[in-house]
């Protein structure tokens, strides 16, 4: 009698995962990751950033930068590499112009919050974020979501 059973077989017994809600959660976490709302909102997004601003105004709202600083950390993408997908990005959206990599360096490397260091260092502790059912239990759990606390008229 021969062994039917695939080593997949024997490590999908061995899971205890609820699939019917797992395999969802894979799919929406890249809605997470890579949230493409900010085409939506491209103009309000300038015009708020752009108040009070002197000099030059922007043309790109910072959130955009935050997707492509995303980007280029999932897939480990120099900035040249990046310039070239923000130009098919364009082409795609007809939304914007494209920007070299010096621009987009730039623009991500201004973005405050977590730096590079953070980043590993909660990568380090994470180590392998498959291991989360849901993408927001990886974000509760590196601390990276931000929560308005109220009470009366105190606000932190």
């Known amino acids: 009698m021969t062994n039917t ?5 024997i490590i999908e017994r061995k899971d205890k995962r609820v699939w019917s809600k797992y395999n969802p959660s894979l799919v929406k976490r890249i809605d997470v990751l890579l949230d493409t709302s900010f085409l939506d909102s491209w103009k309000d997004d300038v015009e ?15 959130e955009f930068f ?6 280029r950390e999932l897939w480990n993408i120099p900035f040249r590499e990046l310039e070239g997908f923000v130009r098919k990005l364009s082409q795609l959206t007809g939304k914007f112009r494209p920007l070299s990599y010096v621009a987009i360096f730039q623009r991500i490397r201004s973005i405050p919050g ?3 260091i953070t980043g590993v260092i909660i990568l380090g502790k994470v180590c392998n974020i498959n291991r989360f059912e849901y993408a927001e239990k990886l974000v509760a759990l590196a ?9 009366g008229k105190q606000r932190s």
């Open 48 to 62: 708020r950033e752009i108040q009070g601003k002197v000099g030059h105004p922007y043309e790109y709202p910072q």
């Open 66 to 71: 935050v997707f492509l600083s995303k980007v």
């Open 143 to 151: 601390g990276i979501d931000p929560v308005i606390k109220e009470s």
């Open 114 to 116: 977590i730096d590079p």
């Open 5 to 9: 059973n695939t080593s997949c077989d």
